[in-house]
């Protein structure tokens, strides 16, 4: 069962770093002199941009990565899944091992455990592919912290397959330190490279909802290190309330998103197999996404990759169809207010609203959540309320992501 996972794509190669000629690594192999591309920033929606991962890896350095991720479902049984879907390259990792985390780069060595795949303590994941480890026994509370730690030798890689928006520190040091209690001289990092998913053994009962959708659902303003994004806030109140406590939430949420072309990341129709349908144990799928579509596409200053309210429900309705076709319940979320935005229009806001229109009546969807209605000045309507707004009226703050977290109606998920 699928207890916390992120959205991995390709990460954008604009500049090129030569790595050091014959970079020796833990195992005495070599690297190629070749260069290597840097990715760049990864941009949320509305232009904001996000963090890159380092140059030390890419450059042909011996790395260890610690990444943590905030779990909803608890389990005694622990795998992680790890990716180089987007890669170009065959991706070694030499050693892998997860352990509760205790806050920054520190890890309790008490609960620590090494990662195998197929009984080995090292895999190589073919250019496109990802890979699950075996399964490990471990305490893993609800709502805990997990530090996944990964040591990647120097090697030739065009392409990184990473979670560009993290809103969480991660680290990265120098050499093989997997099992280290806190990384020496660490460098932080936003990002998720290479960890798609963690994965704990649960009960006939329990079940998956990914919340799909763009820099919105994947938290962009909200406070780092916090887990205050809306997914976060709805995490918690499933774990609280008995009927619905063995429900986790995955956030397959990427910035910049949009439902009908690539931009950050694939489109939404060219994801939703690898994202919702491959989930472990999804049953649900809360789908908010269109605005990044909308925006670029009646763009007061520079309008692209036109559509019209009709496209987007066609494609909405597509991923509904894809849905149900594997029994996944899909659950229509209203497109939040963002009036006063960069790429705010008239013609757009007409769209946004056609679209919120359909949600809210369609016969396609098995469930709707009104985030525009939770969200809205009612004396302003196609605004945020000011307290929930982040500032540049398209994103909320963490107040207004626990207003939406706290709107969704938890009936919604015992049908």
């Known amino acids: 069962m699928g207890t916390w996972a992120a959205a991995p794509f390709a990460a954008n190669n604009v500049r090129r770093v030569r790595?050091?000629?014959?970079?020796?690594?833990?195992?005495?192999?070599?690297?190629?002199?070749?260069?290597?591309?840097?990715?760049?920033?990864?941009?949320?929606?509305?232009?904001?941009?996000g963090p890159s991962l380092g140059d030390q890896m890419l450059c042909g350095t011996d790395t260890t990565f610690r990444e943590i991720v905030h779990v909803s479902l608890g389990g005694g049984t622990v795998r992680v899944v790890l990716t180089n879907e987007f890669g170009s390259d065959p991706l070694e990792i030499r050693a892998a091992?997860?352990?509760?985390?205790?806050?920054?780069?520190?890890?309790?060595?008490?609960?620590?455990?090494?990662?195998?795949?197929?009984?080995?303590?090292?895999?190589?994941?073919?250019?496109?592919?990802?890979?699950?480890?075996?399964?490990?026994?471990?305490?893993?509370?609800?709502?805990?912290?997990?530090?996944?730690?990964?040591?990647?030798?120097?090697?030739?890689?065009?392409?990184?397959?990473?979670?560009?928006?993290?809103?969480?520190?991660?680290?990265?040091?120098?050499?093989?330190?997997?099992?280290?209690?806190?990384?020496?001289?660490?460098?932080?990092?936003?990002?998720?490279?290479?960890?798609?998913?963690?994965?704990?053994?649960?009960?006939?009962?329990?079940?998956?909802?990914?919340?799909?959708?763009?820099?919105?659902?994947?938290?962009?303003?909200?406070?780092?290190?916090?887990?205050?994004?809306?997914?976060?806030?709805?995490?918690k109140r499933l774990q609280a309330d008995k009927k619905t406590a063995e429900l986790a939430v995955l956030n397959e949420g990427i910035g910049?998103?949009?439902?009908?072309?690539?931009?950050?990341?694939?489109?939404?129709?060219?994801?939703?197999?690898?994202?919702?349908?491959?989930?472990?144990?999804?049953?649900?799928?809360?789908?908010?996404?269109?605005?990044?579509?909308?925006?670029?596409?009646?763009?007061?200053?520079?309008?692209?990759?036109?559509?019209?309210?009709?496209?987007?429900?066609?494609?909405l309705t597509q991923m509904a169809e894809r849905a149900h076709t594997h029994g996944i319940k899909m659950i229509g979320a209203t497109l939040t207010p963002y009036v006063g935005a960069k790429y705010a229009s008239p013609a757009g806001e007409a769209i946004r609203q056609a679209v919120n229109k359909w949600i809210r009546t369609t016969s396609v969807l098995d469930g709707v959540i009104d985030f525009d209605k939770a969200t809205q000045d009612p004396a302003n309507p196609g605004t945020f309320l000011p307290a929930y707004d982040h500032g540049d009226h398209l994103h909320p703050g963490d107040v207004g992501y626990k207003a939406m977290g706290e709107y969704v109606d938890l009936k919604l998920f015992e049908k």
């Open 19 to 49: 790595p050091a000629a014959n970079a020796a690594n833990a195992g005495g192999a070599t690297t190629s002199a070749a260069a290597v591309p840097e990715p760049a920033a990864v941009g949320l929606s509305g232009d904001a941009a």
């Open 97 to 235: 091992h997860v352990a509760l985390s205790e806050g920054g780069s520190s890890i309790s060595l008490a609960t620590a455990a090494g990662l195998t795949f197929g009984g080995r303590a090292s895999v190589t994941i073919p250019a496109g592919a990802l890979a699950v480890s075996d399964a490990v026994t471990m305490k893993l509370p609800a709502g805990a912290d997990l530090a996944v730690s990964l040591f990647i030798p120097a090697q030739p890689m065009k392409t990184v397959s990473s979670h560009g928006y993290a809103d969480q520190s991660n680290f990265t040091a120098a050499g093989n330190v997997v099992g280290a209690k806190s990384l020496e001289q660490a460098t932080e990092i936003a990002s998720w490279p290479f960890v798609k998913g963690v994965e704990v053994k649960a009960g006939a009962g329990a079940g998956a909802i990914v919340a799909f959708g763009d820099s919105i659902t994947d938290g962009a303003y909200a406070t780092k290190n916090a887990n205050a994004r809306w997914p976060d806030v709805l995490a």
């Open 256 to 315: 910049g998103n949009r439902v009908l072309h690539d931009n950050t990341g694939p489109s939404a129709l060219a994801r939703f197999d690898r994202d919702v349908i491959a989930q472990a144990g999804v049953k649900y799928v809360i789908v908010m996404e269109s605005i990044n579509d909308i925006g670029h596409a009646a763009d007061p200053v520079k309008p692209y990759d036109v559509v019209s309210a009709d496209d987007l429900i066609v494609g």
